[in-house]
């Protein structure tokens, strides 16, 4: 089966805590992240399963193309409620971390990535238009900035990181990565180019685990106004600012009598920019973001 592939930007616009529910460490509550290379990311099936309800809007035969049916119910009577009979077109892959935002002393703050975080972004962005090219590993650590950085201004020599003191490179191809990561965010171009910026991939293996946030939570006794006995830990979130890159993926629709193409189905699953509620936390504010995509690339007709 032939399938169409899109790209997607998740932006964080409060921190999000997309968790393990589980940690050997001494973070209660820490983000998913992938096994072999330690990089933030937020699964597929909680993107999928968030996106199925803001698409409640569509038109039921095409939201189940899109989703697939509701699954099976079996009554007590060992009678099946509903049965669905085809499965949804739309595939959602993992959001893994391209850009995090980090405390500048410069600033405010920059949006931070590495040589592997844009390989591994190059990967999934195959076959859009302007993607810019692979910037170069560097030897030793420091930080490559483009012309117009607002974290080190022209003639800057270091750029305070957190309580990283690290000597500054201008490249073009970082202001490069900055504007085409910006142009999926209408009215954040400026934001995302004039704040990102490049470390070597060993300075951002330190900042993916000691730059994202972490809150220590209490539950409180409604009898004593006390906090509760044992009830005290930390949890650990993505901050607010932090950019995901992932894919999408569609087939033709397997739903009888409803005839999709697989563009017609990343369209109805993409519809601009989204509003969603992701991970754990949201009655405290977590999970706030929105999901953008890229214009999809031009097909020349064949004649």
């Known amino acids: 089966m032939t399938m169409e592939i899109r790209p997607y930007l998740l932006h964080a616009l409060s921190p999000l805590h997309a968790g393990t529910g589980q940690s050997v460490g001494i973070i209660d509550l820490p983000i998913a992240r992938l096994r ?23 038109p039921s035969g095409e939201w189940e193309a899109l989703f697939g049916p509701l699954r099976s119910v079996t009554g007590p009577a060992g009678d099946v409620a509903q049965e669905g009979d085809h499965a949804g077109a739309l595939v959602v892959g993992d959001a893994r971390l391209v850009a ?25 962005l195959a076959g859009l238009p302007g993607v810019p090219a692979p910037l170069k590993r560097r030897a030793g650590p420091g930080v490559w900035v483009g012309v117009d950085s607002v974290v080190a201004p022209k003639g800057s020599r270091q750029v305070f990181l957190e309580d990283l003191d690290l000597s500054v490179h201008e490249e073009p191809g970082v202001e490069a990565w900055g504007r ?18 490049v470390v070597d991939d060993e300075t951002m293996n330190f900042l993916m685990e000691t730059a994202t946030q972490v809150d220590t939570r209490v539950r409180i006794d409604a009898k004593t106004g006390a906090v509760e006995k044992g009830a005290l830990w930390q949890e650990e979130s993505l901050p607010a600012e932090t950019l995901l890159i992932g894919v999408l993926a569609a087939g033709a629709s397997l739903r009888k009598g409803t005839e999709l193409r697989a563009d017609e189905v990343l369209e109805r699953a993409l519809r601009g920019t989204s509003w969603l509620q992701l991970g754990g936390k949201a009655t405290v504010g977590r999970g706030r973001c929105r999901l953008a995509a890229w214009p999809a690339p031009v097909k020349e007709s064949r004649r």
Do not use: H, Q
């Not at 699964?43 to 569509?58: D, I, N, W, Y």
């Not at 592997?116 to 999934?124: C, F, K, W, Y």
């Open 180 to 197: 085409f990561l910006g142009s999926a965010l209408p009215g954040e171009e400026e934001l995302v180019r004039e704040r990102f910026v």
């Open 100 to 124: 995090l935002p980090v405390r500048s002393f410069t600033g405010t703050f920059a949006l931070v990535s590495s040589p592997l975080l844009l390989e591994l972004a190059r990967r999934d």
């Open 36 to 58: 072999a290379t330690n990089i933030p990311f937020v699964p597929g099936s909680s993107l999928k399963g968030v996106l199925r309800e803001a698409r409640r809007a569509l």
